[in-house]
Structures are given as C-alpha cells and as structure tokens.
C-alpha cells in the first residue's frame, strides 16, 4: 500500500498512514504565518522504509504552498532541511543561526 500523508489540524500535527494504520506523525506548534515542527515519530513497525522522508517532505512542501515559516526544533525535521537545502528558505534568515542553518 501506498502511505498517504495528511495534515490533521485538530492534533496539529502531519501524519502518515499506510493502509488504516498510522505509520507516523510529525507534531507541530500553529502560530499565525508560522508551523514551529516540535516532534516526529514513526512507529517502530514503520521503520527503515523512509515514512520519516515522506512525511517531512509533505510538510514542508504544503507549508511552503500555504506560505508558511518553518521553526524546526524536532531534531529529524532540522536535519532533514539540513540535508535538503532547497527548504532552507522556509526558515526565518533570523533563526537559521539558533538552528544550526
């Protein structure tokens, strides 16, 4: 099955599913114009098999076509951006510093 990955604004949080069951989730803080990234997490039956990349990449695409700045605080989502540069932009020039961009 194909995971589908979906914002659940309710729980403020990205989530991935595969089939009926919930893969993973990516926890955010909701401010206005901005998504604070706080926690990502995907269960360990999931592992290994690039839900994390999926579901990063999801919510960083749609915060960019809701224009919105990205705070990555969760440790993954930092390094994530780290490694995908082209994502750098969504991150506030006065906070690259404080998030080691």
Do not use: W
């Amino acid at each position: 099955m194909e995971p589908v990955v979906r914002d659940n604004p309710d729980e403020q949080r990205y989530e991935i599913h595969v089939g009926e069951q919930l893969g993973g989730f990516a926890q955010y803080r909701s401010r206005p114009g901005l998504l604070a990234f706080v926690h990502t997490e995907i269960d360990p039956s999931f592992e290994g098999q690039g839900l994390g990349k999926q579901l990063v990449g999801f919510a960083l695409d749609d915060a960019r076509a809701r224009e919105l700045a990205v705070l990555p605080f969760c440790p993954f989502v930092n390094g994530y951006i780290q490694r995908h540069p082209e994502y750098l932009e969504l991150v506030p020039a006065a906070n690259r510093e404080a998030f080691g961009l």
